[in-house]
C-alpha cells in the first residue's frame, strides 16, 4: 500500500526533520521510502517543502500532483500553496498560526489566517487545523510544532504509522535532553488530532 505525505512550512519549523521521523517510522515497519526536499531559502524564512513516498513500487521522491494522501502544513498559507498536490479526498492538517514567509512580505500581498482556513475548507478533502501555538505553550517549547503535527497525522491514520511507531522513531531519533518533550508534543498533536 502507497502513501505519500507532502509537508510544508517556513524555514526553521523543523519540516525536514518530521519528513524524517516519517520516513524511519515507515522504513521500521519494513516499507521501502524515498524523501526530497526543496528548502530554497529556507534559512531566511522562505518556504520549505519535503516529500515522503512510502511503498513497494516508487520511483520518483517527488509526490505527483493530485496524489498526496495527506499534507502536514506548518502554516496554512503553505497548506493553500501545496493543495493542488492533494488527492481528491486527501487530508490536510495544518497549524492555524500564520508565519509569513518572505515571499509573501515581499509581495505586499494580504496574508490571513481566517481567509486561508476557509479556502482549506472548501478545497481540502479532509481538513484539521490544530492550534499550534497552544499545543507547544503545554508542551513547553515552541520548538515541538513538527512533532504535533506529527501526532495529528499518527492519530488520523493517513500515513499508516500508529501513534505507537511514531513514539518509537522520535525516540531513536531525537537527542536524548530533547525526549520527554517530544513525547508531550506527540501526545498533544494525537489529542489536537483525534478525528
Known amino acids: 500500500m502507497n502513501k505519500n505525505c507532502l509537508l510544508c512550512g517556513v524555514g526553521g519549523q523543523g519540516v525536514v526533520l518530521a519528513s524524517r521521523l516519517i520516513a524511519y517510522a515507515a522504513m521500521e515497519k519494513g516499507n521501502f521510502v524515498r524523501t526530497a526536499e526543496t528548502i530554497g531559502m529556507a534559512q531566511r524564512g522562505g518556504s520549505v517543502v519535503s516529500h515522503v513516498r512510502i511503498g ?3 520511483y520518483s521522491p517527488q509526490v505527483p500532483v493530485g496524489s498526496a494522501d495527506v499534507i502536514l502544513a506548518f502554516e496554512p498559507g503553505e497548506a493553500v500553496r501545496c493543495l493542488p498536490y492533494l488527492k481528491k479526498d486527501g487530508l490536510v492538517i495544518a497549524d492555524s498560526r500564520i508565519v509569513k514567509p518572505v515571499t509573501a512580505s515581499l ?7 481566517e481567509e486561508m482556513a476557509g479556502y482549506l475548507e472548501k478545497h481540502a478533502g479532509k481538513l484539521i487545523l490544530i492550534d499550534g501555538e497552544a499545543i507547544c505553550r503545554e508542551a513547553g517549547s515552541p520548538k515541538v510544532l513538527n512533532v504535533a ?4 497525522a499518527a492519530q488520523s491514520g493517513a500515513l499508516g504509522i500508529t501513534p505507537e511507531e511514531m513514539l518509537d522513531a522520535v525516540r531513536k531519533n531525537v537527542k536524548e535532553k530533547f525526549i520527554a518533550l517530544n513525547e508531550k508534543a506527540l501526545m ?6 483525534g478525528m
Request: glycine content about 24%; charged content about 20%.
Open 188 to 193: 498533544l498533536g494525537r489529542k489536537a488530532g
Open 107 to 113: 509581495g505586499g500581498s494580504s496574508y490571513n489566517a
Open 149 to 152: 503535527l506529527l501526532g495529528a
Open 56 to 58: 513497494d513500487e516508487i
